[in-house]
């Protein structure tokens, strides 16, 4: 089986958790569902198809530097509330600024505490059934083109990507080491080292075409940027990569 991966980076990061609500947390890593956002962008799919049309990938994740975690402070306005009344107390507003008067009613705006991931860098494993979907996948990536703007999340937080190579990778039973993202139901043991933090999250898996959650997955991961050791089944290994799991 044919196996795709590239690197992607940039200067912030945020994958909201799905079951935040005042306080905006992030995962460490891009779960499944937004790495298939990546790839719609890149091939040129919009936010209406992408989502049918990258079912055929299964995608991997592995975290390439330890997390850094930020807490910011932001504004954000309730756009969804911009009505005829709202647009005239702007008016109303800009009038009372130009006479030194300040207006009776807020703006709609909340200040939200935000967890930003900083300069964070990931490698990504990709394949499919569909050979000329992979293959157009693996050549766009090579020409270092994308159609959409590429983000780590929010539309702001710009990445840059570089396609790294493809590897022949084979399904095995169990293996001694796993260098991604795994679900737990598929590690048997676990060997702790020190100065190794291992990280635990529920993640979505896959979207319906309304954009919400199908399927959920508790998985473990590598917050120190190792590979994890100890027994894992229904990974494959890819050559010099070593054992990854696909979603």
């Known amino acids: 089986m044919k196996v795709v991966s590239f690197r992607i980076w940039g200067k912030f990061a945020h994958f909201r958790k799905f079951w935040t609500t005042t306080s905006s947390l992030s995962y460490p890593f891009p779960p499944p569902t937004a790495v298939r956002g990546i790839l719609g962008a890149i091939l040129g799919f919009s936010k209406w198809e992408y989502i049918e049309k990258t079912q055929p990938f299964k995608v991997g994740v592995e975290i390439l530097k330890p997390p850094k975690v930020i807490k910011l402070g932001l504004n954000f306005l309730n756009t969804k509330e911009l009505t005829v ?33 900083k300069e964070p860098e990931y490698r990504i494993f990709v394949t499919s059934e569909d050979a000329t979907l992979l293959g157009t996948l693996e050549e766009t990536l090579k020409r270092g083109e994308n159609h959409y703007t590429i983000s780590l999340g929010w539309a702001n937080f710009l990445a840059n990507f570089e396609y790294e190579g493809s590897y022949s990778c084979e399904p095995v039973e169990t293996t001694d080491g796993v260098r991604t993202v795994i679900p737990v139901s598929c590690v048997q043991s676990l060997e702790f080292e020190e100065n190794h933090l291992v990280g635990r999250e529920i993640i979505p898996t896959r979207l319906s075409v309304e954009r919400k959650p199908l399927s959920y997955e508790s998985v473990i991961f590598s917050l120190s940027a190792k590979p994890l050791k100890g027994i894992f089944k229904n990974v494959y290994l890819c050559g010099e990569r070593g054992g990854i799991y696909l979603f």
């Not at 702007?90 to 505490?113: D, F, S």
């Open 85 to 117: 009344k709202y647009k005239n107390f702007i008016r109303k507003y800009q009038q009372n600024i130009e006479k030194q008067k300040h207006p009776k009613e807020v703006l709609l705006h909340t200040q939200t505490l935000v967890e930003v991931l």
